[in-house]
């Protein structure tokens, strides 16, 4: 691929993939606002006690055989197929599985209403093995615009179905029926959306190649999983369901930008970066240019959002879910790195080299949960610290490993990042500063924006240069390919 066309790829590639997961989520979290508003934290708590259930339960769905399929440049049909009946295979067991622990899952939480929760819940993961393919499929031609079109419809009509079920005064089961509608129309879109069908019988050839890759890649992703999700679970035990609806409800604010961008990056610098694999000065280019970049657009951001986050819970959730306007800021802190190390992760990934992609999971997971154990008995405030402390030292972890296949080594890396970094803190400070003295809520947040947008444009003029250079080229390369 030459660099024009990689270039060009790129940059189609992020628009779609930004249009596909902002849209994505700025619906859901339109919708998850409205419910918000209409339910209790104690009823996203009840949801959050058994989300791990769920994630595990798609890790080993996947299984790490998308990104085997996207990795590997002679696919075949044969491949594809295999992929999916695999898919269905464990999804089924998956859900059987997820029917028969339902019980103990509602007798270790005290919670009677989880088992059904659970047993109707787990359909979706037996709906989202039916569409593995297709979505890796998408994602190999760089097609996130079928991909936009996909999540944005099936979002909104869960969405729907969710508010009308909330105001009917269903309570949670608004939530569990809005999972379980979002699984049922994805799948179906894919299906119409995508022309490919199994055509061949499973392969060992085929499985044996993707299970050896993948395997490794779905062992790291449930240690990721697990450790993600290994908060809500130790929240849920020893303190109430409105305290935990009030930390998932704050994760998810941060996530909502920190995250989205690190899946944006991803899903769009994997099969990018795959293709210049044996090309080192490109690949470094590459590199060196996706991390500045993720940094200049992920850092004022989560910086902006901590130094507003008080007034912003009061306006969007109503005061009554003040109590997670904190942990919202220390987690900002936490998730502001994230796009890092996606994309130190993701060049593992390209080299073939997800054993080490485990090694560097399991050292980071084992400090994390010390970490995580320290701060139980100190409250939740205590544990969104620590969650930055072990932020700060999987930075470490992955820049270290990862810089030596392409000889961007850690410091290298934060000599890159350390302006904007700064230029973020600053930011963040002088936003949290200006809105002190004002009592209006939305009068805060007006000027803390207008501040911080006004602050962080004229202030990069000087600091960050190459990285607006960057997002013109990204923007005027695809109002060209248009």
Same mark, same amino acid.
């Given at each position: 691929?030459?660099?024009?066309?990689?270039?060009?790829?790129?940059?189609?590639?992020?628009?779609?993939? !930004?249009?596909?997961?902002? #849209?994505?989520?700025?619906?859901?979290?339109?919708?998850?606002?409205?419910?918000?508003?209409?339910? $209790?934290?104690? /009823?996203?708590?009840? +949801?959050?006690? +058994? !989300?791990?259930?769920?994630?595990?339960?798609?890790?080993?769905?996947?299984?790490?055989?998308?990104?085997?399929?996207?990795?590997?440049? /002679?696919?075949?049909?044969?491949?594809?197929?295999?992929?999916?009946?695999?898919?269905?295979?464990?999804?089924?067991?998956?859900?059987?599985?997820?029917?028969?622990?339902?019980?103990?899952?509602?007798?270790?939480?005290?919670?009677?209403?989880?088992?059904?929760?659970?047993?109707?819940?787990?359909?979706?993961?037996?709906?989202?093995?039916?569409?593995?393919?297709?979505?890796?499929?998408?994602?190999?031609?760089?097609?996130?615009?079928?991909?936009?079109?996909?999540?944005?419809?099936?979002?909104?009509? #869960?969405?729907?179905?969710?508010?009308?079920?909330?105001?009917?005064?269903?309570?949670?089961?608004?939530?569990?029926?809005?999972?379980?509608?979002?699984?049922?129309?994805?799948?179906?879109?894919?299906?119409?959306?995508?022309?490919?069908?199994?055509? !061949?019988?499973?392969?060992?050839?085929?499985?044996?190649?993707?299970?050896?890759?993948?395997?490794?890649?779905?062992?790291?992703?449930?240690? /990721?999983?697990?450790?993600?999700? +290994?908060?809500?679970?130790?929240?849920?035990?020893?303190?109430?369901?409105?305290?935990?609806?009030?930390?998932?409800?704050?994760?998810?604010?941060?996530?909502?930008?920190?995250? @989205?961008?690190?899946?944006?990056?991803?899903?769009?610098?994997?099969?990018?970066?795959?293709?210049?694999? $044996?090309?080192?000065?490109?690949?470094? *280019? @590459?590199?060196?240019?996706?991390?500045?970049?993720?940094?200049?657009?992920?850092?004022?951001?989560?910086?902006?959002?901590?130094?507003?986050?008080?007034?912003?819970?009061?306006?969007?959730?109503?005061?009554?879910?003040?109590?997670?306007?904190?942990?919202?800021?220390?987690?900002?802190?936490?998730?502001?790195?994230?796009?890092?190390?996606?994309?130190?992760?993701?060049?593992?990934?390209?080299?073939?080299?997800?054993?080490?992609?485990?090694?560097? %999971?399991?050292?980071?997971?084992?400090?994390?949960?010390?970490?995580?154990?320290? *701060?139980?008995?100190?409250?939740?405030?205590?544990?969104?610290?620590?969650?930055?402390?072990?932020?700060?030292?999987?930075?470490?972890?992955?820049?270290?490993?990862?810089?030596?296949?392409? $000889?961007?080594?850690?410091?290298?890396?934060?000599?890159?990042?350390?302006?904007?970094?700064?230029? #973020?803190?600053?930011?963040?400070?002088?936003?949290?500063?200006?809105?002190?003295?004002?009592?209006?809520?939305?009068?805060?947040?007006?000027?803390?924006?207008?501040?911080?947008?006004?602050?962080?444009?004229?202030?990069?003029?000087?600091?960050?240069? $190459? %990285? +607006?250079? %960057?997002?013109?080229?990204?923007?005027?390369?695809?109002? @060209? /390919?248009?």
């Amino acid at each position: 691929m030459s660099h024009q066309t990689l270039r060009q790829a790129t940059t189609k590639g992020l628009f779609w993939s !930004t249009i596909e997961r902002f #849209s994505n989520q700025g619906v859901s979290f339109l919708f998850s606002v409205i419910l918000a508003r209409m339910l $209790d934290p104690s /009823d996203f708590g009840i +949801i959050a006690m +058994i !989300t791990i259930f769920f994630a595990v339960a798609q890790s080993f769905v996947d299984s790490g055989f998308s990104n085997a399929l996207v990795r590997k440049t /002679d696919r075949r049909e044969e491949d594809l197929s295999t992929c999916f009946y695999f898919n269905i295979g464990v999804g089924i067991i998956a859900y059987i599985v997820l029917f028969l622990i339902a019980p103990l899952v509602s007798s270790f939480y005290n919670q009677p209403i989880l088992s059904p929760i659970i047993r109707i819940t787990g359909l979706g993961v037996v709906l989202n093995s039916l569409c593995v393919v297709q979505q890796a499929l998408f994602t190999i031609k760089i097609d996130f615009k079928s991909q936009a079109k996909v999540t944005l419809s099936a979002t909104i009509i #869960s969405g729907i179905v969710g508010v009308v079920l909330a105001y009917q005064g269903y309570g949670v089961w608004a939530l569990v029926w809005q999972g379980v509608v979002m699984a049922s129309a994805r799948m179906a879109l894919l299906w119409l959306m995508s022309k490919w069908r199994p055509t !061949t019988g499973f392969s060992k050839y085929s499985f044996d190649y993707l299970f050896g890759y993948g395997s490794k890649l779905l062992a790291s992703g449930l240690l /990721d999983t697990i450790y993600n999700n +290994i908060y809500p679970i130790v929240i849920g035990k020893f303190y109430s369901p409105a305290q935990l609806g009030n930390y998932s409800r704050a994760l998810s604010f941060a996530q909502l930008p920190s995250s @989205n961008i690190t899946s944006i990056l991803q899903r769009v610098t994997f099969p990018v970066l795959s293709t210049i694999q $044996d090309d080192m000065p490109r690949l470094q *280019t @590459n590199y060196r240019r996706l991390l500045k970049l993720s940094a200049f657009i992920v850092f004022p951001l989560m910086m902006g959002l901590a130094a507003v986050a008080f007034p912003v819970i009061r306006i969007i959730l109503t005061p009554k879910w003040e109590g997670c306007s904190l942990y919202l800021q220390i987690i900002c802190f936490a998730l502001m790195w994230y796009p890092i190390h996606a994309i130190n992760l993701n060049l593992l990934q390209v080299k073939g080299r997800s054993d080490l992609f485990l090694r560097l %999971e399991i050292i980071k997971k084992i400090v994390g949960v010390c970490i995580m154990c320290i *701060t139980i008995p100190l409250g939740i405030t205590a544990m969104c610290i620590g969650m930055v402390a072990s932020s700060f030292i999987a930075l470490f972890i992955n820049t270290f490993y990862t810089g030596k296949f392409i $000889d961007i080594q850690y410091l290298k890396q934060m000599r890159d990042l350390l302006p904007i970094f700064v230029n #973020s803190l600053l930011t963040g400070g002088l936003i949290f500063i200006s809105i002190q003295f004002i009592t209006n809520d939305v009068f805060k947040l007006m000027v803390g924006v207008i501040i911080g947008v006004l602050y962080y444009i004229l202030s990069s003029y000087f600091f960050a240069r $190459d %990285e +607006i250079d %960057e997002v013109k080229r990204l923007l005027v390369g695809q109002k @060209n /390919d248009e």
